[in-house]
């Protein structure tokens, strides 16, 4: 793992015990973070899944659709004008398409693309669950690291 080679951590061998302690113990962390992406054809924007990074919209009466950090941080966007806002939550996303000027939200874009693909049928007859198996009372590997 990347911790165990940093420099800065030779001294500090407390922080390479906690790296190690939570590394059994948490997911990989991917955020904060947000993404925006176009491809000339739509634009839109995702959320990681910790969804720590503030992402919220307003869509105006005129179909705009802005995206902020924070409420209020458009000049000149008057509340009048606004016909939905929304957020952004953990693994969210938004797409508007550029030439019709549909807006999706995160579950209209996650059905479209889950209706592709019988994925529920697949998992039906493919699937081949683990079942759980006795283990040897010996241990294998020992506790040192």
Do not use: C
């Not at 179909?63 to 004008?81: H, I, K, N, R």
């Amino acid at each position: 793992t990347a911790y165990e080679n940093e420099p800065a951590l030779k001294d500090n061998p407390e922080i390479v015990d906690f790296y190690k302690f939570h590394g059994g113990l948490l997911e990989a962390w991917d955020g904060p973070a947000l993404l925006v992406y176009s491809d000339g054809k739509s634009i839109g924007a995702s959320l990681d899944r910790n969804g720590l990074r503030p992402a919220r919209y307003s869509i105006t009466k005129d179909g705009t659709v802005y995206m902020m950090s924070e409420t209020g941080v458009v000049p000149d966007l008057e509340e009048a004008d606004i016909v939905e806002k929304g957020r952004l939550g953990p693994g969210q996303m938004i797409n508007v398409d550029l030439g019709t000027g549909d807006f999706k939200d995160n579950i209209a874009i996650k059905s479209e693309i889950a209706s592709r693909h019988p994925y529920g049928e697949w998992m039906k007859n493919q699937r081949k669950d683990v079942k759980k198996t006795n283990s040897p009372t010996d241990r294998v590997y020992s506790d040192e690291t």
